[in-house]
């Protein structure tokens, strides 16, 4: 089993920057891959982006490429989402979640997940 923690949400103007962590515990053989999910108000989650701890691959949707930076900190066993250029499209709930290998930007498998942090971006 697997826990995953995040935190690092909170309230930016347009154009500011976040950090969000993940922090991860417990071992789930043959979980290699961690993503970020967001779901705004009335809308679909949606995935983010995803990186392959395995050879530190990432991959982003394309909204957010340029501006999102996944990364992992092995020794912390912490996942991070620096976002830059913050928009009010950005907003909402980011989840991170583990599974066996990324497809794309979305992690494949998403067996365990964090309860989510809130973005808030003001125009």
């Known amino acids: 089993q697997l826990q995953l923690v995040e935190s690092g949400g909170g309230l930016v103007h347009s154009g500011g920057s976040l950090r969000l962590s993940c922090a991860v515990s417990?071992?789930?053989?043959?979980?290699?891959?961690i993503g970020w999910f967001r779901q705004a108000p009335g809308k679909e989650r949606e995935g983010v982006s995803c990186?392959?701890?395995?050879?530190?691959?990432?991959n982003y949707r394309g909204s957010v490429r340029g501006r999102f930076t996944a990364s992992t900190d092995t020794a912390k066993r912490t996942d991070y989402l620096q976002m830059i250029n913050l928009k009010p499209e950005d907003a909402g709930v980011y989840y991170c979640?583990?599974?066996?290998?990324?497809?794309?930007?979305?992690?494949?498998?998403?067996?365990?997940w964090g309860q989510g942090t809130q973005v808030t971006v003001s125009s």
């Open positions: 979640a583990a599974g066996p290998e990324c497809r794309g930007w979305v992690v494949a498998g998403q067996d365990f």
């Open positions: 990186i392959d701890h395995r050879d530190g691959t990432t």
């Open positions: 417990g071992v789930t053989p043959g979980y290699h891959a």
